[in-house]
């Protein structure tokens, strides 16, 4: 079985798995936070626009618009505080309600506080009272015209007495009507006097004029006067008189102007402050907007901040994965392909390491059996000493160096006597072991590193020996032979010894002659000296001179 080499103890492993794992879960994590920062960031700014949009916005407008309708509010209360008719006053007072019903519209729909509503309330109250108060001035008013009109007839019926008098008393005038014209232009002056203290004195002046005339008055006019007399106390000195009618006119328009303004004044207060309200609730947008601007920048830059953190991670990322892996993974592959260890890197401890080791592992594996197999290839089986195939290839070789080299070379046939008489007398089997023996002592018996020995086939041998002349090809063959004789491996059935024996032919080349001749031709001269050697009874040696 293949195991992998294993890593260096002293160094740390980093496995692929974990590394990715981690990496991709920093990735993932930062991605997360991301995510929730932006959805966390949209959702305060959806906020605010909403608290804007929904909330404040539409409150701003109805402030503004309830402050408009104030301002105008305070003109038509102008209006019906100078009202000088009953339809003046009616249109001013539907003005008015027209602008309250709005005003309160919006007021409820502003869901505003209590404050303003009171306000509100206070502004309706005086509003009543104005209108109360304009009405009993134009009713007083009325009075008071009705009064002057009735001090107009009296004058006529004055003038009409006197001429009476005149008539009756033969003079073009009287010093009563004269007095009296005086009393009803003085009575009517006072319509005209705006202040409490004019017609104050000038009733007081009118009271002493009214007794002065009394004392002139003429006697014989009798009742007729009197009755003059007494529709003039009542319409100017009675309760219901045109002094005390002025003097109310007075004190109402005095109150009505009063009432009026201070309405005004509470109406422009009520829009001031709502404009106020506007402008706080405006500055708190501002405000607002400022700071959700402030947070954006901040998110923003934390934003960039993250995402460049993020293309960092993902360049180290892709880096150390070009670096771990791909790289790795083409050095393995051509590692692989070409058997070439300095492609191999198991510098990291991680899985492409463990792989690139087995691969190692299996390289080494398969170096050592193709080694085996070339063995095996080169190899008998049997006596396990070099094949024919491994003497055909080196005979070749050395034949070419021997030539190019000009050097001798010799070979010699080794053939075991009479070995199918040892087979039928002992088995096959001994006669296998019989030839391992005898290839075990040959091979053992050749003293140079470069001479070779091999099965040529059967029980037939073949050495190799070169650089090396006819004397020397002749002391090796009998070497051999000796070597094999004096294993004393019994053979009943040979006729040359009691024990099994080799016959052994050879041929040698010159260093001179090597040109001509061919290896074809060196084992074939080999053969025939092999022959001749059988032929002479074998158990012996004869090497050809080439
Ligand atoms: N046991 C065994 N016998 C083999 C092997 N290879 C060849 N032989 C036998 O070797 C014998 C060779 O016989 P021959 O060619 O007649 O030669 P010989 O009997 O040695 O006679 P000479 O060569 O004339 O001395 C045959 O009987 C083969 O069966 C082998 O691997 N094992």
Avoid at 116 to 137: G, P, S
Avoid at 251 to 270: A, M, P, Q, W, Y
Avoid at 291 to 297: A, G, H, S, V, Y
Avoid at 352 to 362: E, K, V
Wanted: aromatic content about 8%; charged content about 25%.
């Amino acid at each position: 079985m293949i195991s992998a080499k294993k890593h260096n103890k002293s160094q740390k492993r980093f496995s692929l798995n974990k590394v990715f794992t981690s990496a991709f879960s920093v990735l993932f994590l930062i991605f997360l936070s991301l995510t929730i920062s932006v959805y966390y960031q949209l959702n305060t700014f959806r906020a605010a626009l909403e608290s804007s949009l929904l909330d404040s916005i539409p409150t701003i407008i109805s402030f503004d618009s309830i402050a408009n309708r104030s301002e105008r509010l305070v003109f038509y209360t102008e209006k019906l505080s100078t009202a000088d008719s009953h339809p003046a006053l009616r249109i001013a007072n539907k003005k008015i309600q027209s602008e309250l019903n709005q005003i309160e519209e919006q007021l409820r729909a502003a869901k505003l506080d209590e404050v303003v509503l009171k306000e509100y309330e206070a502004i309706k109250f005086e509003l009543d009272e104005l209108d109360d108060l304009v009405t009993l001035r134009l009713e007083t008013n009325q009075k008071a015209s009705d009064v002057e009109r009735k001090l107009y007839a009296l004058f006529d019926e004055a003038k009409a007495l006197s001429a009476t008098i005149s008539k009756a008393t033969g003079t073009s005038s009287s010093s009563w009507f004269e007095e009296f014209s005086q009393l009803t232009i003085m009575s009517a002056n006072l319509m005209s006097a705006d202040k409490l203290n004019q017609i104050r004195k000038s009733s007081q002046k009118i009271r002493n004029k009214y007794a002065y005339i009394q004392t002139i008055q003429p006697a014989y006019l009798g009742e007729r006067l009197s009755t003059l007399n007494a529709d003039f106390q009542d319409i100017v000195l009675g309760e219901q008189g045109l002094i005390n009618l002025r003097v109310k006119q007075l004190r109402i328009k005095g109150r009505t102007t009063g009432r009026g303004n201070f309405t005004e004044k509470l109406v422009s207060d009520f829009a001031r402050a709502l404009n106020f309200k506007s402008a706080v609730i405006n500055k708190k947008i501002l405000a607002n907007a400022q700071n959700e601007k402030e947070t954006i920048d901040l998110q923003i830059r934390l934003l960039g901040f993250f995402v460049f953190i993020c293309i960092v991670l993902f360049g180290f990322i892709a880096w150390q994965l070009r670096q771990r892996v791909i790289v790795r993974l083409i050095g393995l592959n051509n590692y692989v392909s070409q058997f070439d260890r300095k492609f191999l890197n198991t510098k990291l401890k991680d899985e492409i390491s463990d792989i690139a080791l087995t691969f190692d592992s299996y390289v080494d594996t398969i170096e050592q059996q193709k080694k085996e197999l070339s063995q095996l290839a080169m190899q008998d089986g049997l006596t396990k000493i070099a094949n024919r195939r491994a003497f055909d290839k080196l005979f070749l070789n050395t034949f070419d160096l021997a030539k190019r080299n000009k050097q001798a070379l010799s070979i010699l046939l080794i053939d075991v006597d009479f070995f199918k008489m040892y087979n039928d007398e002992y088995g096959h089997i001994k006669g296998d072991e019989a030839l391992i023996a005898v290839a075990t002592t040959l091979k053992q018996s050749l003293k140079r590193e470069v001479d070779l020995i091999a099965r040529y086939g059967g029980e037939e041998f073949v050495c190799l020996l070169p650089n090396c002349d006819h004397e020397g090809a002749c002391k090796v063959a009998e070497d051999l032979r000796l070597a094999i004789e004096t294993l004393k491996e019994p053979h009943k059935s040979s006729s040359v010894a009691e024990h099994i024996t080799i016959s052994i032919g050879g041929a040698t080349i010159r260093n001179t002659e090597v040109s001509s001749i061919s290896p074809q031709f060196m084992l074939k001269e080999a053969d025939i000296a092999l022959y001749r050697v059988k032929s002479k009874g074998r158990n012996a040696v004869q090497v050809s001179r080439l």
